[in-house]
């Protein structure tokens, strides 16, 4: 198990002493990162040029940060409804198959129950799609009390608001939860709203990956989180 010490020197257990929420990003996290992330820009970037932008300047963004900045600037009505929904169909292909291949980290079922037998809510915050999802819990169930995909909420992490949103709807405020995920964008939603934030390690990576953006913890699995918890 790895760790970084987070804002309270000493124990870093005393972060979660008044914990009564958890929310998980999904791909990656919880579940095995069965998505091409790499792939997706690439297609995105291909009808962005057929909608006659040029994707040069977007190559560094996310799929969907990508898509938000040509929709910015296509002022013809059925030009951008016709470019989002293309681009949209075009990442919902990709994740429904990437989909039918993942299955939940080992112990990650029996975490998420554990937290619920503790009377601690649980929440799923992804940018991945609400079919997409379902699919893999309805082949694999992993307790929760909220599920917000992107297809739930007006505002996708790093915006804050899809985790406040999460955190109304189990009744829990920011400051007494936690976010956990294995990508900068999961940690900095979770500074954003003040809650404790857990970087989580894919295999491989080491802990400077969310050292521009300085997680409370770091942890190589996502089920060592018990470990701290009270």
Known sequence: MESIRGRIDGDVSALFRHVRALLFDFDGTLVEPGIDFGLMRRRVLDVVAAWGVDPAPLR?????EAIARV???LHDDEAREGFVARCH???LEIELEAAERVRPYAGVPD????LADR??????????CRPAVESILAREPLYHDVLLTRDDVPYVKPDPRHLLSALEIVGVPAA???MCGDHPMDVQAGQAV???TVGILQEGVGSEYFREVGPDLVLSRVTDLSDYLP
């Not at 560094?60 to 969907?64: R, T």
């Not at 975490?111 to 554990?114: G, P, Q, S, T, V």
């Not at 009377?119 to 991945?128: A, P, S």
């Open 60 to 64: 560094a963004l996310p799929a969907l």
């Open 194 to 196: 003040g809650a404790v």
């Open 111 to 114: 975490l998420l129950r554990a």
């Open 119 to 128: 009377g601690l809510r649980v929440g799923i915050v992804t940018r991945n």
């Open 89 to 91: 169909e075009t990442i």
């Open 71 to 73: 929709e910015a600037v």
């Open 176 to 178: 007494c939860a936690v």
